[in-house]
């Protein structure tokens, strides 16, 4: 268990093991010392094509979270799709170097972009890790886990 204090750090772990380890992070969030919003994110695997549910409406937004553990660098396409699969705005191309990661909302990802609901693919050529949670105006969020594409 880990608590924070001070300032924030951000980073991915890799874990090598002759065994499969899988693992849970909590992520709370507390307001004036009361528990405010909490969601458990499971352990990434890393492939090359993954999607997640992205929700922009009503103040709602999806943040992404991607790591590549690998030593060459990573060229990802990001293309997001509406709930009827259409392409919604020009796919977004990202090198990420290799031992790196990175952290993103999709309308950061995306400026312009209408509100919408769908999904956002992740394709690269080099296996991601990559972690998702929905963020209400409010503040309370969720997990969003990838879901492997074929």
């Not at 990175?102 to 995306?110: E, G, K, T």
Request: hydrophobic share 45%; glycine share 10%.
């Amino acid at each position: 268990m880990s608590t924070a204090s001070g300032t924030l750090g951000v980073g991915f772990a890799t874990i090598t093991a002759d065994a499969d380890v899988r693992g849970t992070a909590l992520f709370s969030e507390l307001v004036n010392g009361a528990l405010f919003a909490e969601a458990g994110v499971p352990s990434a695997n890393t492939v090359t094509r993954q999607s997640i549910f992205v929700d922009t409406t009503s103040g709602f937004d999806t943040g992404v979270a991607y790591a590549n553990a690998n030593a060459t660098p990573a060229a990802i396409t990001f293309q997001l799709l509406s709930a009827s699969g259409s392409p919604v705005g020009p796919p977004i191309t990202q090198t990420l170097a290799g031992s790196q990661h990175n952290a993103i909302f999709v309308s950061q990802l995306f400026p312009g972009i209408p509100a919408f609901t769908g999904t956002m693919q992740i394709i690269s050529d080099a296996p991601l890790a990559a972690v998702a949670l929905r963020f209400a105006s409010s503040g309370v969020f969720t997990t969003l886990p990838p879901v492997t594409l074929q």
